[in-house]
T-cell receptor
Framework: AQSVTQPDIHITVSEGASLELRCNYS??????LFWYVQSPGQGLQLLLK??????LVQGIKGFEAEFKRSQSSFNLRKPSVHWSDAAEYFC??????????????FGTGTRLTIIP | DTAVSQTPKYLVTQMGNDKSIKCEQN?????MYWYKQDSKKFLKIMFS???????INETVPNRFSPKSPDKAHLNLHINSLELGDSAVYFC??????????????FGPGTRLLVL
């Protein structure tokens, strides 16, 4: 069974500082990996995804993530955070069955707080 | 234009009532999903439909009944609401890639509070 671990429940970062959010996955085949962001009271917005190819993927809002198969990790990074980045971040792994049988398994999320 | 929309955004109701949540997507996708986010923000899939056919049906109480009148709509009806049903319910959709990876796009969520 697939699973996702986000070891950090809550991270606090100063505005302008760099950010790394950790994500480890467990999946028997080639993983399809996603990062979503949920701002307070909002829905889930896709930040970026990894399907194949270049292991460093770029996303929206200046975020990037690196897939490391040897470490089963897909950590999210941003070189300089902005106050508007304060939100809950979810890592997810998808199965590859298609035809509506595509379960996303989510981590428990990391809450990001930005201090001025 | 909102890609995946849900109504209502908030729903407060008494225990024992029956309620419905509606979802519509204008992305032309073949597959739609319902997820439940509990009070600890944990997200778990409940159902998926592909071209109006039920595909995924996780271990959800049968008080929950999804209905897909067409592939752009997926509604969730909940009978005899219980306190534990209080959660945020997210609808999502994706384009069927015939076995390849799919990206799911989420709606804004419906915040259900059962009193």
């Amino acid at each position: 069974a697939q699973s996702v671990t986000q070891p950090d429940i809550h991270i606090t970062v100063s505005e302008g500082a760099s950010l790394e959010l950790r994500c480890n996955y467990s999946y028997g085949a080639t993983p399809y990996l996603f990062w979503y962001v949920q701002s307070p009271g909002q829905g889930l917005q896709l930040l970026l995804k990894y399907f194949s190819g270049d292991t460093l993927v770029q996303g929206i809002k200046g975020f990037e993530a690196e897939f490391k198969r040897s470490q089963s990790s897909f950590n999210l990074r941003k070189p300089s955070v902005h106050w508007s980045d304060a939100a809950e971040y979810f890592c997810a792994v998808g199965s590859t069955q298609g035809f509506g049988n595509e379960k996303l398994t989510f981590g428990t999320g990391t809450r990001l707080t930005i201090i001025p | 234009d909102t890609a995946v929309s849900q109504t209502p955004k908030y729903l407060v109701t008494q225990m024992g009532n029956d309620k419905s949540i509606k979802c519509e997507q204008n992305l032309g996708h073949d597959t739609m999903y319902w997820y439940k986010q509990d009070s600890k923000k944990f997200l778990k899939i409940m159902f998926s439909y592909n071209n109006k056919e039920l595909i995924i049906n996780e271990t959800v109480p049968n008080r929950f009944s999804p209905k897909s009148p067409d592939k752009a709509h997926l509604n969730l009806h909940i009978n005899s609401l219980e306190l534990g049903d209080s959660a945020v319910y997210f609808c999502a959709s994706s384009q069927d890639t015939a076995g390849g990876p799919e990206t799911q796009y989420f709606g804004p969520g419906t915040r259900l509070l059962v009193l």
